[in-house]
Protein backbone atom coordinates (compact mmCIF):
# COMPACT_ATOMS: atom_id res chain seq x y z
CA UNK A 1 0.00 0.00 0.00
CA UNK A 2 0.97 3.30 -0.78
CA UNK A 3 -1.01 6.27 -0.01
CA UNK A 4 0.12 10.13 0.66
CA UNK A 5 -1.56 11.51 3.74
CA UNK A 6 -3.03 14.18 0.84
CA UNK A 7 -5.27 11.37 -0.16
CA UNK A 8 -6.23 10.51 3.07
CA UNK A 9 -7.35 14.11 3.96
CA UNK A 10 -9.60 14.49 0.64
CA UNK A 11 -11.59 10.76 1.46
CA UNK A 12 -11.85 12.00 5.13
CA UNK A 13 -12.83 15.29 4.16
CA UNK A 14 -10.09 16.48 6.74
CA UNK A 15 -7.41 18.98 6.79
CA UNK A 16 -4.02 18.29 6.95
CA UNK A 17 -1.35 19.62 9.54
CA UNK A 18 2.55 19.22 8.75
CA UNK A 19 4.02 18.18 5.37
CA UNK A 20 2.22 15.51 2.89
CA UNK A 21 3.94 12.22 3.38
CA UNK A 22 3.73 8.45 1.79
CA UNK A 23 2.15 6.10 4.19
CA UNK A 24 2.76 2.21 3.72
CA UNK A 25 -0.27 0.58 6.46
CA UNK A 26 -3.18 1.76 8.26
CA UNK A 27 -3.17 0.48 12.00
CA UNK A 28 -5.84 0.98 14.79
CA UNK A 29 -4.18 -1.14 17.30
CA UNK A 30 -0.32 0.28 18.47
CA UNK A 31 0.21 -3.24 18.86
CA UNK A 32 0.42 -3.78 14.96
CA UNK A 33 1.90 -0.47 14.12
CA UNK A 34 4.77 -0.85 11.41
CA UNK A 35 7.33 2.16 10.41
CA UNK A 36 5.31 4.19 8.03
CA UNK A 37 1.88 3.30 9.19
CA UNK A 38 -0.95 5.91 9.92
CA UNK A 39 -2.38 5.52 13.34
CA UNK A 40 -6.21 5.69 13.70
CA UNK A 41 -7.08 6.11 17.29
CA UNK A 42 -10.36 4.77 17.54
CA UNK A 43 -12.92 5.64 20.34
CA UNK A 44 -14.57 2.66 22.58
CA UNK A 45 -16.71 2.38 25.67
CA UNK A 46 -13.64 1.90 27.73
CA UNK A 47 -10.96 3.47 25.87
CA UNK A 48 -9.75 6.19 23.93
CA UNK A 49 -7.34 5.78 21.29
CA UNK A 50 -6.09 9.13 20.98
CA UNK A 51 -4.54 8.55 24.54
CA UNK A 52 -1.87 6.22 22.54
CA UNK A 53 -0.97 8.40 19.98
CA UNK A 54 2.84 9.35 21.35
CA UNK A 55 2.77 5.45 21.90
CA UNK A 56 1.99 4.92 18.30
CA UNK A 57 4.80 7.24 17.13
CA UNK A 58 7.36 6.03 19.37
CA UNK A 59 6.67 2.24 17.29
CA UNK A 60 7.19 4.24 14.01
CA UNK A 61 3.98 6.09 12.72
CA UNK A 62 4.75 8.54 10.51
CA UNK A 63 1.07 10.32 10.78
CA UNK A 64 -2.17 9.80 12.24
CA UNK A 65 -5.85 10.78 12.16
CA UNK A 66 -7.27 13.30 15.14
CA UNK A 67 -10.94 13.70 15.92
CA UNK A 68 -10.55 15.85 19.19
CA UNK A 69 -11.26 19.75 19.02
CA UNK A 70 -8.24 20.75 21.22
CA UNK A 71 -5.00 20.07 19.08
CA UNK A 72 -2.59 17.04 19.66
CA UNK A 73 1.12 18.10 21.06
CA UNK A 74 3.00 15.99 18.40
CA UNK A 75 6.20 16.56 16.11
CA UNK A 76 4.56 14.60 13.02
CA UNK A 77 1.65 15.45 10.24
CA UNK A 78 -1.68 14.71 11.30
CA UNK A 79 -4.87 14.98 9.50
CA UNK A 80 -7.77 16.60 11.66
CA UNK A 81 -11.01 14.66 11.21
CA UNK A 82 -14.98 14.71 12.40
CA UNK A 83 -14.84 11.30 13.80
CA UNK A 84 -11.99 8.86 13.44
CA UNK A 85 -14.18 5.92 12.82
CA UNK A 86 -15.97 7.39 9.92
CA UNK A 87 -12.60 7.94 8.77
CA UNK A 88 -11.32 4.61 8.96
CA UNK A 89 -14.22 3.91 7.15
CA UNK A 90 -13.96 6.37 4.37
CA UNK A 91 -10.73 5.56 3.91
CA UNK A 92 -11.70 1.95 3.26
CA UNK A 93 -14.11 2.93 1.07
CA UNK A 94 -11.45 5.36 -1.00
CA UNK A 95 -8.70 2.46 -0.92
CA UNK A 96 -11.48 -0.04 -2.44
CA UNK A 97 -12.51 2.17 -5.23
CA UNK A 98 -8.48 2.84 -6.22
CA UNK A 99 -8.20 -0.99 -6.63
CA UNK A 100 -11.34 -1.71 -8.21
CA UNK A 101 -11.79 -5.32 -7.65
CA UNK A 102 -15.30 -7.60 -8.19
CA UNK A 103 -16.78 -7.07 -4.76
CA UNK A 104 -19.06 -10.36 -3.26
CA UNK A 105 -20.13 -9.57 -0.38
CA UNK A 106 -21.82 -12.49 2.26
CA UNK A 107 -24.42 -12.01 5.06
CA UNK A 108 -27.13 -13.59 6.51
CA UNK A 109 -27.93 -15.00 10.46
CA UNK A 110 -26.06 -18.05 9.87
CA UNK A 111 -23.62 -19.42 7.51
CA UNK A 112 -21.82 -16.03 6.28
CA UNK A 113 -18.43 -17.06 7.25
CA UNK A 114 -18.80 -20.43 5.91
CA UNK A 115 -20.03 -19.49 2.54
CA UNK A 116 -17.42 -16.32 2.35
CA UNK A 117 -14.45 -19.56 2.54
CA UNK A 118 -16.30 -21.50 -0.17
CA UNK A 119 -16.63 -18.43 -2.41
CA UNK A 120 -12.99 -17.27 -1.32
CA UNK A 121 -11.05 -21.03 -1.96
CA UNK A 122 -13.11 -21.44 -5.74
CA UNK A 123 -12.22 -17.21 -6.76
CA UNK A 124 -8.20 -17.80 -5.65
CA UNK A 125 -8.29 -20.64 -8.64
CA UNK A 126 -8.41 -18.30 -11.13
CA UNK A 127 -8.04 -14.54 -10.05
CA UNK A 128 -6.16 -12.87 -7.41
CA UNK A 129 -8.64 -13.24 -4.43
CA UNK A 130 -8.82 -11.65 -0.61
CA UNK A 131 -11.20 -12.41 1.67
CA UNK A 132 -12.39 -11.63 5.38
CA UNK A 133 -10.09 -13.11 8.22
CA UNK A 134 -12.25 -14.96 10.72
CA UNK A 135 -15.27 -12.81 11.26
CA UNK A 136 -13.80 -9.26 10.65
CA UNK A 137 -17.41 -8.33 9.70
CA UNK A 138 -18.27 -5.16 11.48
CA UNK A 139 -17.92 -1.45 11.39
CA UNK A 140 -14.45 -1.87 12.62
CA UNK A 141 -13.71 -5.60 11.01
CA UNK A 142 -14.91 -4.39 6.97
CA UNK A 143 -12.51 -1.01 6.82
CA UNK A 144 -9.71 -3.62 8.47
CA UNK A 145 -10.42 -6.23 5.77
CA UNK A 146 -9.94 -3.48 3.06
CA UNK A 147 -7.27 -2.27 3.92
CA UNK A 148 -5.26 -4.99 4.10
CA UNK A 149 -6.19 -6.21 0.96
CA UNK A 150 -3.10 -6.19 -1.78
CA UNK A 151 -2.89 -4.02 -4.61
CA UNK A 152 -3.55 -6.76 -7.36
CA UNK A 153 -6.49 -7.93 -5.66
CA UNK A 154 -8.72 -9.00 -8.33
CA UNK A 155 -11.57 -10.37 -6.42
CA UNK A 156 -12.55 -9.48 -2.80
CA UNK A 157 -15.03 -11.94 -0.87
CA UNK A 158 -16.30 -9.75 2.30
CA UNK A 159 -18.39 -10.95 4.92
CA UNK A 160 -20.93 -8.45 6.57
CA UNK A 161 -22.51 -8.67 9.91
CA UNK A 162 -25.44 -6.57 12.09
CA UNK A 163 -26.74 -6.31 14.90
CA UNK A 164 -28.69 -3.00 15.24
CA UNK A 165 -30.84 -0.94 12.41
CA UNK A 166 -28.85 1.24 10.14
CA UNK A 167 -25.38 -0.78 10.21
CA UNK A 168 -25.88 -2.95 7.12
CA UNK A 169 -26.74 0.58 5.00
CA UNK A 170 -23.16 2.10 6.50
CA UNK A 171 -21.05 -1.09 5.66
CA UNK A 172 -22.72 -1.75 1.73
CA UNK A 173 -21.99 2.06 1.15
CA UNK A 174 -18.36 0.89 2.08
CA UNK A 175 -17.76 -1.69 -0.28
CA UNK A 176 -20.37 -1.63 -2.94
CA UNK A 177 -20.76 -4.89 -4.08
CA UNK A 178 -21.37 -6.61 -7.51
CA UNK A 179 -22.24 -9.73 -6.33
CA UNK A 180 -24.18 -9.99 -2.83
CA UNK A 181 -25.47 -12.94 -0.98
CA UNK A 182 -27.84 -13.18 1.84
CA UNK A 183 -27.31 -17.03 3.34
CA UNK A 184 -30.52 -16.68 5.80
CA UNK A 185 -32.48 -14.91 7.72
CA UNK A 186 -32.99 -16.15 11.12
CA UNK A 187 -34.49 -15.23 14.62
CA UNK A 188 -30.69 -12.98 15.88
CA UNK A 189 -30.45 -10.07 17.56
CA UNK A 190 -34.32 -9.69 18.27
CA UNK A 191 -33.30 -7.61 21.13
CA UNK A 192 -32.77 -4.42 18.19
CA UNK A 193 -35.49 -5.90 15.74
CA UNK A 194 -38.77 -6.06 16.00
CA UNK A 195 -39.34 -9.68 14.26
CA UNK A 196 -37.95 -11.48 11.46
CA UNK A 197 -39.41 -9.26 8.93
CA UNK A 198 -37.44 -6.50 9.94
CA UNK A 199 -34.19 -8.54 10.11
CA UNK A 200 -34.94 -9.51 6.64
CA UNK A 201 -35.88 -5.86 5.65
CA UNK A 202 -31.93 -4.72 7.16
CA UNK A 203 -30.38 -7.41 5.74
CA UNK A 204 -31.73 -6.37 2.34
CA UNK A 205 -30.04 -3.47 2.42
CA UNK A 206 -26.81 -5.38 0.89
CA UNK A 207 -28.61 -4.37 -2.03
CA UNK A 208 -28.95 -0.71 -2.34
CA UNK A 209 -25.55 0.43 -3.54
CA UNK A 210 -26.37 -2.38 -6.46
CA UNK A 211 -26.58 -1.58 -9.67
CA UNK A 212 -28.89 -2.71 -12.63
CA UNK A 213 -25.37 -5.06 -13.34
CA UNK A 214 -24.98 -6.43 -10.45
CA UNK A 215 -26.09 -9.97 -8.85
CA UNK A 216 -28.29 -10.92 -5.45
CA UNK A 217 -28.07 -14.36 -4.71
CA UNK A 218 -30.85 -15.35 -2.29
CA UNK A 219 -30.99 -18.74 -0.37
CA UNK A 220 -33.97 -20.79 -2.40
CA UNK A 221 -34.57 -22.83 0.90
CA UNK A 222 -35.47 -20.21 3.04
CA UNK A 223 -39.27 -20.86 3.06
CA UNK A 224 -40.38 -18.08 5.26
CA UNK A 225 -44.64 -16.83 4.60
CA UNK A 226 -42.97 -12.96 4.48
CA UNK A 227 -39.87 -14.14 1.58
CA UNK A 228 -42.10 -12.52 -1.77
CA UNK A 229 -42.95 -9.18 0.83
CA UNK A 230 -39.14 -8.78 1.64
CA UNK A 231 -37.76 -9.14 -1.83
Not at 61 to 77: D, E, T, V
Not at 116 to 131: C, N, R
Not at 181 to 205: D, F, R, S, W
Amino acid sequence: MELSLQQIAQWTEGTIHGENITLSDISTDTRSINAGSLFVPLKGERFDGHDYVKQAIEKGARAFLWGHKQAPQNSIPYVQVQDTLSAYQQIAAGYLRQINPTVVAITGSNGKTTVKDLVHSIAQKKFQSHATKGNFNNEIGVPRTILSMPEDTQVLVIELGIEMPGEMENLTAMVTPDIAILTNVGPVHLENYKNLKEIAKAKMEITAPMNSKGLFILNADDRRPDRKSVV
